[in-house]
């Protein structure tokens, strides 16, 4: 075989040692640095530059709202086009707009308007961009290869949004916040301009295009409902994210109030988890193939539970991080597996509208937790709250096993 025949064969190889699947995940981790940068340094410089409670949490909806106004058309469309297309002009557009907010910072006209204005709009534009990134990501791995394809991927983003990027974000913003955005859209203009390298050969099949985009949605959205495994996961991910979304709301003032952490070592909790997820993102897929999908992901939901259950319990410090490690553990085997059926039961051509609807689920119902945990903490106290989320983590493991062991079953079939 000649140099440029095997490097075709190369190119089109698929999997997780394929080169597109290895371009894809490139770009991935170079938008979750980009994303993580962003997720701390907009609160911090609206709260540094307006010193106003009411301001911070503004942009805090406006950053979540897209999740909800936006992701399920925005998965429709992407069903529609390209895929490789649009995550170039997804993140075209989130790049020219940061560079945007870059000399808004710089000049010192960054006001309530504009730091809203691009809040909604950069997540907006990723819920285009997480959609399209998904349906190639199932095209570059395969099929059998979607545990450890999912494992890059979690492992990438944890790195990304929850360690490099809030790091470099404070490191950057101590010399000059508007460098943390310009780190931004450089990472973005990359990912503009190197996502076109991976293979055309792994560009979905597109949807027809023929309804009306809410009558797509509503087919979608009929998809997810009528789907007894994606209803399953769609369920299960939506009651753990509404327990979890309490518990990371609560958790804070618990460190301080009852574990008589010091406010600098609170953060390191968050880290703990993070290098859970990260330990997840590499050991699932071989937990997966030796004990069984379904098993391993039953599992997960309980040691997410005595994670919780843990931080209550044994209060004090090195438990309270070795508590957050196992959740971020559990949290993230859940994470790949439920991922990898999702992609196995969705069509090719209705993967945005999907996964749309999944990250719904998945995100928007994380405000109405943290919206509950106050008042139920205000009542009883923080303790209570971890305890209760805690139990009914471990109740939704028992009522969702079996459909999750015939969703593993459907999945392989």
């Given at each position: 075989?000649?140099?440029?025949?095997?490097?075709?064969?190369?190119?089109?190889?698929?999997?997780?040692?394929?080169?597109?699947?290895?371009?894809?995940?490139?770009?991935?981790?170079?938008?979750?640095?980009?994303?993580?940068?962003?997720?701390?340094?907009?609160?911090?410089?609206?709260?540094?530059?307006?010193?106003?409670?009411?301001?911070?949490?503004?942009?805090?909806?406006?950053?979540?709202?897209?999740?909800?106004?936006?992701?399920?058309?925005?998965?429709?469309?992407?069903?529609?086009?390209?895929?490789?297309?649009?995550?170039?002009?997804?993140?075209?557009?989130?790049?020219?707009?940061?560079?945007?907010?870059?000399?808004?910072?710089?000049?010192?006209?960054?006001?309530?308007?504009?730091?809203?204005?691009?809040?909604?709009?950069?997540?907006?534009?990723?819920?285009?961009?997480?959609?399209?990134?998904?349906?190639?990501?199932?095209?570059?791995?395969?099929?059998?290869?979607?545990?450890?394809?999912?494992g890059r991927f979690v492992g990438a983003e944890?790195?990304?949004?929850?360690?490099?990027?809030?790091?470099?974000a404070a490191g950057l913003f101590a010399w000059?916040?508007?460098?943390?955005?310009?780190?931004?859209?450089?990472?973005?203009?990359?990912?503009?301009?190197?996502?076109?390298?991976?293979?055309?050969?792994?560009?979905?099949?597109?949807?027809?295009?023929?309804?009306?985009?809410?009558?797509?949605?509503?087919?979608?959205?009929?998809?997810?409902?009528?789907?007894?495994?994606?209803?399953?996961?769609?369920?299960?991910?939506?009651?753990?994210?509404?327990?979890?979304?309490?518990?990371?709301?609560?958790?804070?003032?618990?460190?301080?109030?009852?574990?008589?952490?010091?406010?600098?070592?609170?953060?390191?909790?968050?880290?703990?988890?993070?290098?859970?997820t990260l330990l997840a993102s590499r050991v699932?897929?071989?937990?997966?193939?030796?004990?069984?999908?379904?098993?391993?992901?039953?599992?997960?939901?309980?040691?997410?539970?005595?994670?919780?259950?843990?931080?209550?319990?044994?209060?004090?410090?090195?438990?309270?991080?070795?508590?957050?490690?196992?959740?971020?553990?559990?949290?993230?085997?859940?994470?790949?597996?439920?991922?990898?059926?999702?992609?196995?039961?969705?069509?090719?051509?209705?993967?945005?509208?999907?996964?749309?609807?999944?990250?719904?689920?998945?995100?928007?119902?994380?405000?109405?937790?943290?919206?509950?945990?106050?008042?139920?903490?205000?009542?009883?106290?923080?303790?209570?709250?971890?305890?209760?989320?805690?139990?009914?983590?471990?109740?939704?493991?028992?009522?969702?096993?079996?459909?999750?062991?015939?969703?593993?079953?459907?999945?392989?079939?």
């Amino acid at each position: 075989m000649s140099d440029a025949s095997e490097e075709l064969a190369k190119r089109s190889v698929r999997g997780v040692g394929g080169e597109p699947f290895r371009r894809l995940l490139t770009t991935w981790t170079a938008t979750s640095v980009a994303d993580g940068v962003r997720a701390t340094a907009l609160p911090l410089y609206t709260a540094v530059s307006t010193r106003d409670p009411l301001s911070v949490s503004a942009v805090a909806v406006a950053e979540v709202l897209p999740w909800l106004l936006v992701a399920l058309p925005a998965g429709a469309l992407v069903d529609r086009f390209p895929r490789r297309p649009t995550l170039v002009a997804a993140h075209s557009f989130r790049a020219l707009l940061t560079l945007l907010l870059v000399w808004f910072v710089h000049t010192g006209q960054a006001g309530m308007f504009v730091l809203l204005g691009c809040a909604f709009l950069l997540s907006g534009a990723e819920t285009f961009a997480d959609s399209a990134t998904q349906s190639l990501l199932v095209s570059a791995a395969g099929e059998r290869d979607l545990e450890r394809a999912n494992g890059r991927f979690v492992g990438a983003e944890t790195v990304g949004v929850e360690i490099a990027g809030p790091l470099a974000a404070a490191g950057l913003f101590a010399w000059r916040p508007s460098l943390c955005f310009a780190l931004t859209a450089l990472a973005f203009g990359f990912a503009a301009l190197w996502i076109p390298r991976v293979s055309a050969e792994v560009e979905p099949v597109r949807s027809g295009g023929g309804r009306s985009i809410a009558g797509e949605i509503r087919q979608g959205t009929a998809f997810v409902l009528r789907s007894p495994g994606l209803r399953a996961v769609v369920g299960t991910v939506g009651a753990v994210t509404l327990l979890t979304g309490a518990v990371n709301t609560i958790a804070m003032l618990f460190a301080l109030e009852s574990l008589g952490l010091a406010p600098a070592t609170v953060p390191v909790l968050f880290v703990c988890a993070a290098a859970g997820t990260l330990l997840a993102s590499r050991v699932t897929p071989w937990l997966s193939a030796r004990f069984g999908g379904a098993n391993v992901m039953i599992a997960a939901l309980f040691v997410l539970a005595g994670g919780m259950a843990t931080l209550e319990l044994v209060r004090i410090p090195v438990a309270a991080w070795s508590s957050y490690f196992v959740m971020g553990f559990g949290a993230g085997t859940w994470n790949v597996l439920s991922s990898a059926n999702r992609q196995r039961l969705t069509p090719e051509s209705m993967m945005g509208r999907v996964t749309s609807a999944y990250r719904v689920f998945a995100w928007g119902l994380m405000p109405l937790g943290a919206g509950v945990a106050g008042p139920l903490a205000e009542v009883t106290s923080p303790a209570t709250v971890i305890s209760v989320s805690a139990a009914l983590v471990a109740v939704v493991a028992v009522l969702c096993a079996p459909l999750l062991r015939r969703l593993a079953t459907a999945a392989r079939e």
